[in-house]
């Protein structure tokens, strides 16, 4: 049973505009979320995180917005580069130790 | 090490043969986790770390799985008799405990593991 899901497999946004990832989850005890990036045949990299005590937290282009009441968090790119392209996974986590991943969004920034 | 180191990196087996993957952590994280990850699929938990703590073995897929951590540093994945649904990537991450929530693990590159 997928706790975490991220809706769209793809994404294609031409660079300059802006990216919007989106991300839903189901277990409303979930406090922690994060965001990571994966380029081929590479392990994921953090990219950012949000707590539930907070609504957006910021860190220059990226931007993860947190609507608790619709469980659902958003990753904002903007400016998109061509160097964005990757597979986005969210996760989520009610203990901060195990986290529970979605099964990514294949992001194309067309130059 | 500066990351976390998996090796190999690429391993082909064949149908019914035992596989051991290895994962060495960043130098002083106390928690240790595997996932994998198959085609098309996100990042399956499979077994977790910490400590000197009993692992939280919830999401080992059958009892052909096992993980070890010795000496609380490296940790040996090994799967028995292997099938091919166990071809996957699987990814090895370690965290020091308290800094997850805030900046989740460290991932290694994987071990890309191909039943023939």
């Known amino acids: ?27 409303s005890m979930f406090d922690y979320f994060l965001w990571y990036k994966k380029y081929p045949a590479e392990g994921p990299t953090f990219l ?24 659902h968090l958003s990753l904002h790119i903007v400016p998109s580069q061509p160097g964005d392209s990757a597979v986005y996974f969210c996760a989520a986590s009610d203990t901060g130790n195990q986290f529970y991943f979605g099964t990514g969004t294949s992001l194309t920034v067309i130059p | 090490g ?39 699929q996100g990042l399956e938990f499979l077994i977790y770390f910490q400590g000197n703590s009993a692992p939280d ?32 990537v699987y990814l090895c991450a370690s965290s020091l405990l308290m800094l997850a929530e805030n900046y989740g693990y460290t991932f290694g590159s994987g071990t890309r ?4």
Request: net charge positive; with cysteine; charged share 25%.
């Open chain 2, 2 to 40: 500066a990351g976390v180191s998996q090796s190999p990196s690429n391993k082909v087996t064949e149908k019914g043969k035992d596989v051991e993957l290895r994962c060495d952590p960043i130098s002083g994280h106390t928690a240790l986790y595997w996932y994998r990850q198959s085609l098309g």
């Open chain 1, 48 to 71: 950012i995180s949000i707590s539930s005590i907070k609504d957006k937290n910021e860190d220059g282009r990226f931007t993860v917005f947190l609507n608790k009441s619709a469980k």
């Open chain 2, 57 to 88: 073995k919830s999401g080992l897929p059958s009892d052909r799985f096992s993980a070890e951590r010795t000496g609380g540093s490296v940790s040996t994945l090994t799967i028995q008799r292997t099938q091919q649904e166990d071809s996957a």
């Open chain 1, 1 to 27: 049973d997928q706790q975490v899901k991220q809706n769209s497999p793809s994404l294609s946004v031409q660079e300059g505009r802006i990216s919007i990832l989106n991300c839903d989850y189901t277990n």
């Open chain 2, 113 to 116: 593991l191909t039943v023939v």
